[in-house]
C-alpha cells in the first residue's frame, strides 16, 4: 500500500516531537545503562514526568492491572476492562488507510495524511493474537491483510477455552497459522472431568494436531479472581501435566500470582519442553525469577504504554533475545505509542511493540525482529512451511 512509509520515516511521523516514543527513545538509551547500576534512575523518571502532560493519559485504554468497573465473568481476556464485544472499527481500519486524518501530522503544513502502519523490516511474528475475538470475527480477512502489509508474517492463535481453542484452530487451518489450546484461568470454574481428554484429543487428531503448538493460554489470575483460586490452581497444574505428556510447550498467563504460579510451574520446568509468560508485566524480581527458571517472555504493548509501563521499559533489556518473544493480545492492550491513537489493537500495530521494544533494549529493530521470529520458530516448533521465504524489504 502506497501510504506505508519505510519504517524508519513512519516511526519518526509517526509521533509528534514531544510524545513518548521520542522521550523514551533518549530515556531508555540512559536507562540502560541507568539501570546496571540503580533500580531506578532519573532518565525513567523523565518519561513519567514527560508523558504524564500528553494528550488523553488516563483515558481511554485497558489492561492488565486496569482497575475494572462493572465485572465481566466471561472475559477470558487478559485486557479486564477491554470492551468484550463488537465495537466501532478503529479509525485505520475503515475504508481507507487514509480515513485516520491527519491529526498525527506533526506541523508540515500540506503533509500527505498519514496511515498509523508502520511496518517493520523484517517478518516479525505475534505470539499472542485472540483472532477468534468478536472484533475481528466481523472480516478476519482484513486484518490478515494489514498485518501481511507491516510484515507481521506469523502468527499463533490464543485459546482460551475449549471453544476458543476450537475456534482458533479453525481459524488457524483456514488461514495458514498455529494455534494454543487451552483454558485460561478465568475459566478455570468451567473445567470438567472432559476437559483434558478433548485438550488431549485436539493435540493428536489428524486434522488437528499440525496446528496445535502449545497447551494455554494456562496459569492464575488472582488480580480479578473470575475462577477461584484453589480451582485456577488445580486446572492450571492439569495443563501442564498435559503439556509434559505432549511434549508441547506451555503458554502462560500469571497476573498477580507470581508466587503460587512459581510454586506449580517450577517443579515442571525440566520436563517442559518450552514455557513462555505471556505479556509479562511483573517487577524485575520476577523477570529474574522467570529468566533463571528458564521461561521464556512475550512483551506486549505495555510496554508502550507511558503510565503503566515505564517499569517494564527499564528491565526488559535483560531478557536474552533467544528467551523474547513479541504480542500484541489484540484486540487489547493497544500500543501508546501509535498517532493517532487507535481504539483497538490488531495485529498490524505488532510493529509499534517491536519498536519499543528495540529502544528500551538498545538494539535495532531488526535485530530484535530477527532474534524474536528465530525464537518464535524454535520454541513453538513452527514447519519451514509455514515462515516466509523472505523479508519484503
Ligand atoms: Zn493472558
Not at 25 to 34: L, R
Not at 314 to 333: F, S
Not at 369 to 378: L, M, S, V, Y
Not at 379 to 392: G, I, R, T, V, Y
Request: charged share 20%; net charge positive.
Amino acid at each position: 500500500m502506497s501510504a506505508i512509509r519505510t519504517f524508519s520515516e513512519a516511526a519518526s511521523a509517526a509521533v509528534s516531537p514531544a510524545s513518548l516514543a521520542s522521550t523514551a527513545a533518549a530515556a531508555a538509551a540512559s536507562v540502560v545503562a541507568a539501570s546496571a547500576s540503580a533500580s531506578s534512575s532519573p532518565a525513567a523518571a523523565s518519561v513519567v514526568a514527560a508523558s504524564a502532560s500528553s494528550p488523553g493519559a488516563g483515558t481511554g485504554a485497558t489492561g492488565h492491572r486496569a482497575p475494572r468497573a462493572p465485572k465481566q465473568p466471561k472475559a477470558a481476556v487478559d485486557a479486564g476492562a477491554a470492551p468484550n464485544k463488537r465495537s466501532p472499527k478503529p479509525a485505520a481500519s475503515g475504508s481507507s488507510s487514509s480515513s485516520s486524518g491527519a491529526s498525527g501530522a506533526s506541523g508540515s503544513g500540506a503533509a500527505p495524511k498519514k496511515s498509523v502502519l508502520l511496518p517493520s523490516p523484517l517478518p516479525i511474528a505475534d505470539i499472542g493474537i485472540n483472532l477468534a475475538h468478536d472484533h475481528f470475527a466481523r472480516d478476519v480477512e482484513h486484518f490478515l491483510r494489514r498485518a501481511a502489509e507491516v510484515n507481521v508474517t506469523t502468527m499463533v492463535i490464543t485459546g482460551t477455552s475449549m471453544r476458543g481453542s476450537v475456534e482458533a484452530l479453525e481459524l488457524a487451518r483456514r488461514h495458514g497459522m498455529h494455534a494454543t489450546v487451552g483454558v485460561h484461568p478465568h475459566d478455570a470454574k468451567s473445567c470438567t472431568t472432559g476437559t483434558i481428554p478433548k485438550m488431549r484429543q485436539l493435540f493428536t487428531s489428524a486434522d488437528t494436531a499440525s496446528l496445535a503448538v502449545a497447551v494455554g493460554e494456562c496459569g492464575l489470575d488472582f488480580d480479578r479472581n473470575f475462577s477461584p483460586q484453589d480451582v485456577q490452581m488445580k486446572w492450571f497444574e492439569e495443563q501442564l501435566k498435559l503439556a509434559v505428556e505432549l511434549k508441547k510447550p506451555v503458554f502462560l498467563h500469571e497476573r498477580s500470582a507470581h508466587e503460587a504460579f512459581v510454586r506449580i510451574l517450577e517443579p515442571y520446568m525440566p520436563q517442559l519442553t518450552g514455557a513462555v509468560v505471556h505479556c509479562f508485566t511483573g517487577t524485575d524480581a520476577e523477570l529474574k525469577k522467570y529468566l533463571s527458571m528458564g521461561c521464556h517472555i512475550g512483551i506486549t504493548g505495555w510496554i508502550c504504554d507511558e503510565r503503566r509501563g515505564t517499569d517494564l521499559a527499564k528491565i526488559v533489556h535483560q531478557i536474552p533475545l533467544d528467551r523474547l518473544m513479541i504480542e500484541t493480545d489484540a484486540p487489547y492492550l493497544i500500543p501508546r505509542n501509535i498517532r493517532p491513537r487507535q481504539s483497538q489493537n490488531e495485529p498490524a500495530f505488532l510493529p509499534y511493540v517491536l519498536e519499543m521494544v528495540a529502544q528500551c533494549m538498545g538494539k535495532s529493530v531488526e535485530e530484535v525482529a530477527r532474534g524474536t521470529f528465530e525464537t518464535t520458530r524454535r520454541f513453538f516448533q513452527l514447519p519451514e512451511s509455514a515462515l516466509p521465504a523472505a523479508a519484503s524489504s
